[in-house]
């Protein structure tokens, strides 16, 4: 914690999200607690060093607090908010994206029981931070301070990183994500197809065909991987990406609804209302705000 606030500190002193020299790598600190802010999530160690905070994945919510955990195996579209922070108290955590195929080299090289493909997949996880992972992500935050180090030293801490994980608690649950040929592999080569035609309409069975299943039994996999339909990660990737345009790059409503492929505004309007629970210009003009304030 005190090596992040350090690194905050030598940049500004204040909030927001702080990129680092290390891609995929992100420090974040806010002194006061936020309404849920959604976003699409990396596979990802997702670390709080102070405060709480909760994460809802479709249907499902989950709550980690200092010296906790959030692990995401796949990539999901997610609402997260702080739920505990003040200036007196910030809340503070590290983000650090996963290679996954790290992750797989280092399950490759250790003696582990081996594990049956679930149905469920790699869900989202939390867990609590032991020793050595608390060491790993010491020395990464230290390493931030010499970024000569970082292409030599980093990439032996995430195999560290990833070695922790593996051998902890949920190490099962995560090395799911590494089999091949399962359910699991399949539904992300689904996910990936989807990630990159979100603005088509697509039908359930052309997804189920790229991840070689049947229309059912691809519904009831991506549904227990997600805890969404395919219908409602595609619609909530479709949002996402047109509050982005909005915020970003100026967009008005109509044209970010088009963009992402609504043919009707009024549809647009209605379903980002019931997601983010506000209006989409008035959501627009209250991020471009907060975006200057928390930097």
């Not at 603005?199 to 991840?211: G, K, M, N, S, V």
Request: aromatic share 8%.
């Amino acid at each position: 914690m005190a090596a992040a606030n350090a690194f905050v500190d030598a940049r500004g002193g204040d909030q927001g999200h702080f990129q680092t020299a290390i891609d995929g790598v992100i420090i974040l600190r806010s002194f006061q607690e936020m309404e849920r802010r959604y976003r699409l999530y990396n596979p990802a160690l997702c670390v709080v060093l102070q405060g709480a905070k909760q994460i809802q994945f479709g249907d499902e919510v989950l709550d980690y607090k200092t010296m906790q955990c959030l692990v995401v195996s796949v990539q999901l579209p997610a609402g997260g908010r702080i739920v505990q922070a003040s200036r007196d108290v910030p809340f503070l955590s590290i983000t650090i994206d996963f290679d996954v195929a790290m992750l797989r080299e280092v399950m490759a090289q250790m003696d582990l029981p081996q594990v049956k493909p679930s149905d469920a997949g790699p869900r989202p996880f939390v867990a609590d931070v032991d020793e050595p992972l608390a060491d790993c992500i010491l020395r990464l935050v230290r390493m931030l301070e010499t970024p000569k180090a970082i292409p030599i030293l980093y990439p032996s801490v995430m195999r560290e990183i990833c070695y922790w994980l593996l051998s902890g608690s949920h190490g099962a649950q995560l090395r799911q994500l590494a089999l091949p040929e399962t359910h699991t592999e399949r539904l992300v080569n689904a996910i990936y197809f989807l990630r990159a035609n979100f603005t088509q309409t697509l039908r359930i069975e052309q997804l189920a065909e790229t991840a070689r299943m049947s229309v059912s039994s691809f519904h009831q996999h991506f549904k227990a991987l997600t805890s969404m339909t395919p219908l409602q990660y595609q619609k909530q990737l479709r949002l996402l990406e047109a509050r982005r345009l909005m915020v970003a790059a100026g967009a008005n409503v109509a044209d970010a609804a088009y963009q992402v492929g609504y043919e009707s505004a009024s549809q647009f309007s209605r379903e980002y209302s019931r997601m983010f629970g506000v209006a989409p210009k008035r959501d627009a003009m209250s991020l471009k705000a907060l975006s200057a304030y928390m930097r």
